[in-house]
């Protein structure tokens, strides 16, 4: 795989993030100082490859910070719940603010050593990219994860209430077909993330079937820290 750009001018390859050639120093695409979040949404609906590639371009990365912590929030949430239904545990409820403080620094960990990973894997299959590209990305794809902390949980709060972090009576003893519903909106929004995911590595690969195992990779490490941290807190 080959991820490069010919200048028009002089017709020098170039990595496929470089904004002017490395000969000539011709541009060889507009340049992107900064994210504007309302337009990057719409072109993530129209287009995600073009949109993941402005992320790409974009000088300045905006608004990575804030959608990492409203999607850890989320993760923290689904973390309380798989550390109730698996383990029958409650640490995490015991002391939410530490728990969620630990999550989002070791979430924000993990993401950027994946980024590594996927820096070097990128590398090994003839792709030049940048660990701050892949960083983004990889952040950018959560962002379904925001409807989720804001709209689907408060209405999981309205309408369990303090059941909703309990198991007897749950929200599936009190109110099953809802939870059920609410439960495979949860699941829609994860996939969606899997889905955004894999037209980042898209962007920067073109291979359909690498970007896949890249995506796979990606959301079983996810899912294992869920797990593991519901597991492990005390």
Known sequence: MKNIVECKNCQTKNSFYALTCSNCKAYLRDRVYNIDFGSLLLLLIDSPTAAFKKIVYAEHKNFIFIILLLSSIQLFILSIFTQLYFTNSTSLLEN?????????????????????????????????????????????????????????????????????????????????????????IEALIFILCFVLNGFGNFAQSKSVLYCLLLDVLFFVVVLGYLYVYGLFFK
């Open 96 to 184: 939410p603010f530490k728990g969620l403080i630990y999550f989002v620094i070791l979430f924000a960990s993990l993401i950027f050593v994946f980024s590594l990973l996927v820096t070097y894997l990128h590398h090994l299959f003839g792709l030049s990219t940048r660990i701050k590209d892949n960083f983004a990305i990889l952040i950018y794809s959560l962002l379904p994860l925001i409807a989720g902390v804001l709209i689907v949980f408060p209405v999981e709060l309205i309408v369990f209430g303090k059941y909703l972090f309990d198991v007897n009576p749950g929200p599936f003893q009190l109110k099953e077909g809802l939870a059920y519903m609410l439960l495979a």
